[in-house]
């Protein structure tokens, strides 16, 4: 039996329809973003700007010690001169404190640093501040006297910036520890 012309006209024309279809839709999804070139290079500008104003660093805020009157049981002292009665830092095997404007800050020892006194460390670190002591072992006002040496004191902020340099003696007596609690 032969198809009738009338009914194989109309399914033809379904059949192209349906293949169509998909390309059509995918055709009208398919948008392109035209940009004009200033607008490329406002944007070049502007994310510039954002990382230039990320890497920016804040004022070096310099800090100036006050003197400490309670030793807190810390073994050792830096004093900005042999004659200054307080000193400004005491630390020890654990912790060393400074206080700036007021505010007593402290600082957690650095167990890998330099070991300047039985116990005691060169290195000690807060979260907003490094502390450095130095002393020449070489010179000869740092001999025969282990509980007594002229000494550097630095404090870098948290950008790795000196805020402070300061020269003058160390003193260590003997180590205090609190004591235990009871049981």
Same mark, same amino acid.
């Given at each position: 039996m032969a198809k009738s012309p009338r009914i194989a006209r109309p399914l033809h024309t379904l059949t192209v329809a349906a293949l169509l279809m998909p390309a059509l839709c995918l055709g009208g999804c398919s948008k392109t973003v035209v940009t004009a070139p200033t607008s490329i290079a406002e944007d070049a500008r502007a994310i510039a700007a954002v990382e230039a104003a990320q890497q920016r660093l804040p004022p070096v805020n310099f800090v100036t010690l006050q003197p400490l009157a309670q030793s807190d049981g810390q073994p050792c002292a830096f004093n900005l001169s042999a004659s200054a009665k307080a000193p400004v830092f005491r630390f020890g095997a654990e912790v060393g404190r400074v206080m700036i404007d007021g505010d007593i800050?402290?600082?957690a020892v650095d167990h890998g640093s330099i070991e300047i006194y039985?116990?005691? *460390?060169?290195?000690?670190d807060s979260s907003e501040f490094s502390l450095q002591l130095q002393h020449d072992v070489d010179d000869a006002?740092? *001999?025969?006297?282990?509980?007594r040496w002229p000494a550097k004191l630095t404090i870098s902020d948290s950008h790795e910036r000196m805020v402070l340099l300061a020269m003058g003696v160390v003193t260590c007596g003997p180590q205090t520890r609190a004591p235990a609690a009871p049981l």
């Open positions: 800050k402290t600082f039985p116990g005691v *460390r060169q290195q000690y006002d740092n *001999r025969g006297n282990a509980g």
